[in-house]
């Protein structure tokens, strides 16, 4: 059977989402980041900015995590949850959102090559305290670059999914190596014991 955390969210659960406060185009930014992300940015870490400065309680948090967990199999998937492109206040808060959880991971944000898979969106997001010096000069010198990166959001954000595949590691491989792991072997959580007198009971 399939979990709640597995259902896709209905209209009626996005507009609730929507009535706490949330702008959605924004976390669909932030969230379709994380996903295509080299690095691994958790829950802990992208859910308060994806409130911001709205609280959050129990019933919007659960709906922001099947959210999470629906984009993740769109993206997968070669889809995305993006604005139209004829929506532009949609495709810039969308992009301000996605440059926003990008700079979550110090291994995009750190890296020159690999930012230059988010910079266009900062720069239309407005985020350009995220925009290179260099690349600045040379988007605020091309008027066409905003218009295009709207009409380019879909293919931007699945380039860089395609680039940072490489760098993922799926949940499955972490599972496949931890249960060929020997009874006598040190237990991988750590704790200095043999594996058949830590974990082979509740294996990862």
């Given at each position: 059977m399939t979990g709640a955390v597995d259902v896709p969210l209905s209209e009626d659960e996005l507009d609730e989402l929507a009535d706490h406060g949330l702008d959605l185009d924004r976390v669909l930014g932030i969230l379709h980041a994380v996903m295509v992300a080299p690095g691994l940015i958790p829950?802990?870490?992208?859910?308060p900015l994806a409130f911001a400065e709205v609280?959050?309680?129990?019933?919007?948090?659960r709906l922001l995590l099947r959210l999470y967990?629906?984009?993740?199999?769109?993206?997968?998937?070669?889809?995305?949850?993006?604005?139209?492109?004829?929506?532009?206040?949609?495709?810039?808060?969308?992009?301000?959102?996605?440059?926003?959880?990008?700079?979550?991971?110090?291994?995009?944000?750190?890296?020159?090559?690999?930012?230059?898979?988010?910079?266009?969106?900062?720069?239309?997001?407005?985020r350009r305290d995220l925009v290179p010096p260099t690349l600045l000069a040379e988007f605020d010198a091309e008027p066409e670059v905003r218009p295009v990166t709207?009409?380019?959001?879909?293919?931007?954000?699945?380039?860089?999914?395609?680039?940072?595949a490489k760098d993922r590691v799926p949940p499955a491989q972490t599972t496949a190596r931890t249960s060929h792991i020997g009874?006598?072997?040190?237990?991988?959580c750590g704790s200095g014991k043999k594996y058949k007198r830590c974990c082979i009971d509740h294996p990862a």
């Open positions: 829950p802990s870490t992208w859910l609280p959050p309680d129990a019933a919007s948090i967990n629906q984009i993740g199999r769109l993206v997968q998937d070669g889809s995305m949850f993006v604005a139209e492109d004829d929506e532009e206040a949609g495709c810039i808060a969308f992009a301000a959102g996605y440059a926003a959880g990008a700079a979550l991971d110090p291994s995009w944000l750190g890296d020159a090559d690999r930012w230059t898979f988010a910079a266009p969106l900062a720069y239309l997001g407005e709207v009409r380019d959001l879909h293919r931007l954000v699945f380039a860089a999914y395609r680039t940072f009874r006598n072997e040190p237990c991988p």
